[in-house]
């Protein structure tokens, strides 16, 4: 046992420490405060404390668990909301009331829930099991089977498996080898800081499906591939984080709400019981962990949220789901690790970040990916990061990190913003480098047509963008209405498909259908207005056809019209511009 | 018993800080006592504490202070406020100590300054409209009760007007309950001071006001502790006394600087101009004690003013700031030399919380069409505008001009306000609907189709 030496704000050095490792957790104080060493000098221990540090003085006991930070994994996980170090907020809050107080300890995992624990076929008593190996499992929701697996380190013969009501930390089973027995409960525990074994990683050729219209036509991430947003406030970085919470086809979301609002977490927890999710039609908080640690909570235990978060989604991966994490912000967390440095007095790098912040950026982003777990289950963790730079420059050091290491670059546009196009993703500056991956899955899902659509609209906008240079300097009157018709054509393409609000109950998701049937009319009404004009017709006529407004409401379709819409605008859309050629040739013979 | 020590073992004085030495075991943040040769007392924080020193910051200033004359006693506990519901209607200082009279108050009980984070789960979110009476406001960034929404503002603008117009006027819909209001003036001049407090006079807020105001020239480091006093107080009437809290600080600016002076003191590794690193944990440690709590009565609403150095969004306040709140008002220097009173620009304004407190039953169903398609509207005006720039009002297409023109009637009817003028939510959106109405009803797509029927007028545009 140590004593506490000096205090400055989070840090903490403790004299008579030897024997402890790096990274080992700490009890600091009288009131035991949580923390973990992360400098050792000599018999001295440099310790980051999760938790605020008024009121300790030197001379106060510091005790190590001789254990590294770790988290619990188990049946109960979901629908729960904890802090950076893995305590239920629901927990705290009946201890301590409505402020979080100091000191506080809780179980990660309920203890007293009974699960019903059924054996995976072909395991047997007297069997070789080695890590990572599934044993059995427990139906946490209705759609998700919670499968138990040897913890990681652990192998031998197995005895006592047997199936059951368990509480979480009953037995269920033991594995032997020589003489060393390893009780087996519900629960198994992971280091945060590590990443967990797998046998391989793939490539993904499946993008995540988000329902937002400028992200699966335009930029799409796969699932197991990586996307940051970066943005400056009010550019509504967490509005999309949110979105895709809600709405994206991924079986397990981790949502980790790292130093950033505390109503923002209050707004998932009051909204996430009400909404469903798409594929199984169960409340969203059914396939949701929450990780808050708010921005007025203690700044070292920001800094390991993010760990445990991508501990959770490991484990959940390696049951062979498809976990999105939804990192909000990451800018906080290396802020946090920013603070901590310069309390440790280490030599700055850029704008006071530690030197080896872009490591830990892409030692963190590549944690995650497609992978056959241990247990030969593919699973994967898409892992999409929110970036706050300062004054939205993206010339600071976070945003670089990031940018070189994650493959979907969605580029939040302050301008956009302001004018309410929502979401703000700038469609020139944006890019996913998964487009050539995951055309197979398009041409297969969607048709070729989809892929053809993509490509089509990304050059209109850019011929678009490129006539607007023009105009701001001679009118759009200067020109041809050849030209002018992509000015129109990028308009509605903005204005009627990418903008797409996310306070709609319609409006907000947005299945793969629907959007194509939404471009393709787009599309098709540019191809006869392109035939319109070759013949000669005026562009102002064009402009006033009534089924324009039909196309801006397009996005007002509810899910189980579309067939009916698609049918109704193509032949709405003939008929106008074939009576407008009728006038035409009948005015001009 | 508790014994006091008095140490008279300054090693080391500068700026703020005072280093003493042979201290075995000061608590960290605990309150030290200060006392001069000629018997003056004055408070300090410990900062860092170690098993030989204790380095203090002083509230107050450091002159007097010398190495073998002062002694230091260390109190044994943290800094901590008197709050009571007889706060409302007193002036105090930065450090908590009344200003107005030399009338004592009494207090209920004694609370940290720095509080405790409020646990997530615990939260309400924020869903009742304020009417602040100010159609920029409820229109279009509209604020609700718990929300923090600073106003961004710069040298020379009416921010301080646009603050007490909104304390005079705020009040919940269909209800006349008024908002207990806790001003913390941080580095204010003494005009600005004189400002509010007659304003609040006049319009009788002042009984319902408790107030700390640190003077521009107070001791800067005392500033680090009056928005602290301000928001221990406004979290005991809210949560333990029931209140709707309106907290007004000003200006986080100086708040800021004497951030950055306590950390360059310390020589601290600078951040973005030599502000600390941890600057956005430190003002989110402010920001965040904004809010409602499940199961309590009463609510935190903050609207905290920044004034942006050189105007600068970037900056670091402002920056920080605005990753933090639930929004922010802009006010524009532009729309100001432009007589636009009260200065409020849209475009970079926002407000987070608005879309969950608008809508049938809270303001009209129509609100968020309405909301979203004059800024649309306003945002083709200012480009049309700069295109006038270039080729000439004369070369525009017929849609532009018609943007030009509702760009020009946004401003002067629906901006502009009087300082006195009050307008309920139904007026702010029937001018929307005056304007909207200028612009051909098929272009109108962020509005539902239903709203326009109904509130569209006909014949209103503009050839």
């Known amino acids: 046992m140590g004593h506490i030496e000096r205090i400055s704000g989070p840090l903490v050095i403790a004299s008579e420490m030897l024997g402890s490792k790096m990274y080992d957790v700490v009890k600091v104080g009288d009131l035991g405060l949580i923390g973990e060493i992360i400098q050792l000098k000599k018999e001295r221990a440099v310790i980051q404390v999760y938790e605020d540090t008024t009121g300790l003085r030197p001379g106060e006991k510091v005790e190590s668990t001789n254990a590294q930070l770790s988290v619990e994994l188990a049946p109960g996980l979901l629908g729960n909301t904890y802090d950076g170090i893995q305590r239920p907020l629901e927990v705290l809050k009946a201890k301590s009331g409505s402020f979080i107080s100091r000191g506080l300890t809780a179980n990660a995992i309920d203890r007293n829930k009974k699960w019903k624990f059924y054996l995976e076929k072909g395991i047997k008593n007297g069997s070789m099991v080695k890590e990572g190996d599934i044993l059995g499992y427990v139906k946490e929701t209705e759609y998700l089977s919670h499968y138990i697996m040897v913890p990681l380190g652990i192998d031998g013969r197995i005895t006592g ?5 368990f509480k979480a930390d009953d037995k269920i089973a033991v594995v032997e080898k020589g003489n060393k027995k390893t009780e087996l409960t519900l629960i198994q525990k992971r280091a945060v800081r590590s990443p967990a074994k797998f046998t391989k990683k793939f490539r993904s050729e499946e993008p995540l499906i988000t329902g937002q219209r400028v992200l699966d036509l335009l930029f799409p991430v796969a699932k197991g591939g990586t996307a940051a947003s970066p943005g400056p406030f009010g550019s509504g970085k967490t509005v999309i984080q949110h979105q895709l919470a809600k709405w994206s086809d991924a ?22 019981p009400e909404l469903k999710d798409p594929k199984t039609g169960r409340p969203l908080t059914e396939r949701t962990v929450i990780i808050a640690n708010t921005s007025n909570m203690p700044v070292a235990a920001r800094e390991a949220s993010i760990y445990t978060a991508m501990t959770i989604a490991e484990y959940f991966r390696d049951m062979g789901y498809s976990v999105a994490i939804l990192a909000d912000s990451t800018s906080r967390w290396a802020e946090a690790m920013r603070e901590i440095s310069a309390r440790l007095e280490e030599m700055p790098g850029e704008e006071g970040y530690p030197a080896y912040l872009p490591k830990r950026l892409a030692e963190y982003y590549e944690r995650s990916g497609k992978i056959e777990a241990l247990s030969g289950k593919i699973g994967s963790i898409t892992l999409v990061g929110a970036v706050s730079p300062p004054g939205g420059d993206l010339s600071e050091p976070v945003s670089q990190g990031t940018l070189r290491v994650v493959k979907t670059f969605w580029s939040l546009d302050k301008s956009l913003a302001d004018s309410r196009h929502f979401p703000a993703i700038n469609w020139l500056n944006s890019y996913s480098l998964y487009l050539n991956d995951l055309n197979a899955w398009y041409v297969k899902n969607l048709g070729e047509a989809f892929v053809e659509n993509r490509i089509e609209v990304a050059r209109i906008l850019q011929k678009e963008a490129e006539l607007k240079d023009i105009v701001q300097l001679v009118g759009a009157e200067a020109l041809p209405d050849a030209e002018r018709i992509v000015l129109e054509i990028g308009r509605m393409i903005r204005e009627d498909f990418l903008r797409q609000s996310a306070f709609d109950e319609v409006d907000a998701y947005t299945s793969m259908k629907k959007q194509a049937f939404m471009i393709s009319s787009i599309l098709y009404f540019r191809k006869r207005a392109d035939d319109a004009i070759k013949s000669g017709v005026d562009l102002n006529s064009i402009l006033k056809l009534k089924v324009r407004e039909d196309i801006s409401r397009m996005k007002e379709t509810k899910e189980h019209e579309v067939d009916k819409a698609a049918q109704r605008i193509r032949s709405e859309i003939d008929s106008q511009f074939s009576a407008l050629l009728k006038e035409y040739k009948e005015n001009n013979r | ?13 500068a700026g703020p800080l005072v280093v003493v030495g042979k201290v075995r075991n000061a608590q960290y943040n605990e309150i030290v006592k200060i006392k001069l040769q000629d018997g003056e007392e004055r408070l300090g924080q410990v900062l860092d504490t170690s098993s030989t020193q204790a380095i203090v910051q002083v509230f107050g200033p450091t002159n007097g202070i010398n190495i073998n004359n002062t002694s230091v006693s260390f109190l044994g506990e943290t800094l901590s406020t008197g709050v009571s519901e007889g706060m409302l209607g007193r002036v105090f200082d930065g450090q908590g100590r009344p200003r107005d009279t030399s009338a004592g108050v009494s207090y209920d009980d004694k609370r940290d300054i720095n509080g405790y984070p409020i646990n997530p789960v615990a939260r309400a979110y924020p869903s009742e409209f304020i009417e602040t009476g100010i159609s920029a406001i409820d229109g279009l960034d509209t604020l609700v009760r718990g929300q923090k929404l600073p106003i961004f503002s710069s040298s020379g603008l009416p921010h301080n007007q646009l603050a007490a117009q909104v304390t005079r006027q705020a009040s919940v819909k269909g209800t006349n309950e008024s908002f207990a209001v806790v001003f ?6 003494y005009d600005d001071y004189r400002y509010f407090f007659d304003e609040f006079k006049k319009t009788g ?13 107070d001791p800067s480091i005392e500033r680090i502790i009056t928005p602290r006093l301000a928001l221990t107080t406004a979290e005991y009437l809210a949560f333990d006394r029931g209140m709707h809290v309106l907290v007004i600080m000003t200006d986080m600016t100086n708040y800021a600087e004497s951030l950055r002076e306590l950390s360059s003191a310390r020589e601290e590794v600078p951040g973005r101009r030599g502000y600390p690193g941890y600057m956005y944990t430190d003002l989110a440690s402010l920001y965040e004690r904004a809010g409602i709590i499940r199961g309590k009565p009463g609510s935190i609403t903050q609207l905290d003013i920044v004034t942006m150095p050189s105007d600068d969004v970037t900056h670091p306040i402002p920056d920080l700031t605005g990753y933090i709140t639930e929004g922010q008002i802009f006010m524009s220097r532009e729309l100001s030399n432009r007589g636009l009173y009260p200065a409020i620009q849209p475009l970079g304004s926002l407000s987070r919380l608005m879309n969950n407190g608008i809508g049938a039953g809270k303001t009209r169903e129509d609100h968020k069409g309405v909301s979203d398609q004059l800024y649309g509207l306003y945002a083709k005006a200012q480009e049309a505008r700069s295109l006038s720039a270039i080729v000439g009002a004369e070369a525009l297409s017929e849609s532009d001009k018609r943007y030009l023109k509702f760009g020009e009637d946004f401003e002067n009817n629906f901006l502009k306000q009087g300082f006195y003028e009050r307008r309920t939510i139904e007026d702010t959106l029937n001018i929307g609907w005056d304007l909207l109405s200028q612009v051909p009803e098929g272009e109108l797509t962020r509005v539902k189709k239903e709203y326009i029927e109904k509130y569209y007028k006909k014949n209103k545009v503009a050839k």
């Open chain 1, 161 to 165: 498996l047997k199936e059951g009501t």
């Open chain 1, 251 to 272: 079986d397990i979301i981790v949502l980790a709400l790292c130093g950033e609002r505390g109503n923002e977490a209050t707004e998932v927890l009051t909204e996430f």
């Open chain 2, 1 to 13: 018993m508790k014994f006091e020590i008095e140490y008279s073992t300054i090693e080391n004085v």
């Open chain 2, 184 to 189: 913390a003036g941080i580095g204010m001049t």
């Open chain 2, 205 to 217: 807020a002042l009984k319902n006001t408790a107030a700390f105001i640190n003077l521009a020239d």
